[in-house]
């Protein structure tokens, strides 16, 4: 009997309980205040998650961008055949310069006149073909026959740099390609331009246009071009900046311009003299012949 008391009271204590106004308000509240915090603890996770991936994958990028770019610097100026040992130098760039037998060497005859060479032939010992490779990684801008100087390739690379193949027998490359360094782009052929050489490729470096001597930046990279440049200009600009000796701009002119004033002065003379002398030669010989008479 007490047991089924006590349970009753405790029932009757449970639904008074309910009964009260402000309890299921109150369940409510906090069941919404459960529910929001793990919503927002959720969101938050996540978006961490999120930032993490992103931070990771723009660290992956910057690797793969540094990455790149020390690969590219490492990349020097190579020699365009398959055997660099195999071939020779057999016609040099024309260098201002170079001595007189190196200019004259290194001019091209073609069509009754001689032209400088800007770029260097390079042909096998033994005049045999050879597969010729791009000197640097880039992208070809040209490929295509000429009439004159065979199949031309041109290649385009960092820093306003182009590689040129002429006197190619074969192309197989196309224009738009992207080509690795050492990667064959065509062979070695004859062409009408250098027939004096035979079998060889043409090899050209330009920098924004300007043809340079690629022996001097063989095994360098493509950066030492503009090096070299802005060298070449620093020395011009200093040369010419550099001021004379004092006194001796001023007083060294004034001293050779009398001179070669004074000088005129005893030429003119001479001739008078002469003319004088020539006047009066006439007189003196009529006299000659009155005497005779």
Do not use: C
């Not at 920098?207 to 060298?231: C, D, L, R």
């Not at 001293?255 to 001739?271: L, M, Q, S, Y």
């Amino acid at each position: 009997m007490r047991e089924e008391e006590k349970k009753r009271t405790s029932q009757t204590k449970v639904q008074q309980f309910f009964r009260k106004r402000w309890v299921f308000p109150a369940i409510y509240l906090m069941s919404a205040a459960v529910i929001l915090t793990a919503v927002l603890w959720y969101q938050n996770i996540s978006n961490n998650v999120a930032e993490d991936l992103q931070n990771n994958q723009d660290e992956i990028a910057l690797d793969e961008q540094e990455a790149v770019e020390v690969n590219a610097t490492k990349e020097n100026f190579t020699m365009p055949a398959v055997d660099a040992e195999a071939v020779n130098v057999v016609k040099k760039f024309y260098d201002p310069n170079a001595t007189t037998e190196e200019q004259e060497a290194a001019l091209v005859f073609y069509n009754n006149t001689y032209r400088m060479n800007k770029g260097i032939d390079i042909a096998r010992e033994d005049q045999k073909q050879f597969d010729v490779v791009a000197s640097l990684s880039g992208t070809v801008t040209k490929a295509e026959k000429d009439p004159i100087l065979g199949f031309v390739v041109e290649i385009e690379h960092e820093n306003e740099v182009v590689t040129v193949y002429q006197s190619l027998a074969e192309a197989s490359v196309q224009a738009g390609d992207k080509v690795e360094q050492n990667e064959v782009i065509g062979k070695s052929g004859e062409n009408l331009f250098n027939e004096e050489d035979g079998n060889h490729v043409h090899f050209e470096i330009r920098q924004a246009g300007t043809a340079v001597n690629p022996e001097s930046f063989m095994g360098k990279p493509v950066t030492s071009i503009e090096e070299a440049a802005e060298e070449e200009a620093t020395e011009e600009e200093v040369s010419e900046e550099a001021p004379a000796p004092a006194g001796e701009t001023e007083e060294a002119p004034a001293e050779e311009e009398k001179p070669a004033e004074e000088a005129p002065a005893k030429d003119t003379e001479t001739p008078k003299e002469d003319t004088d002398k020539s006047e009066k030669a006439p007189e003196s010989d009529k006299d000659a012949d009155k005497g005779a008479e």
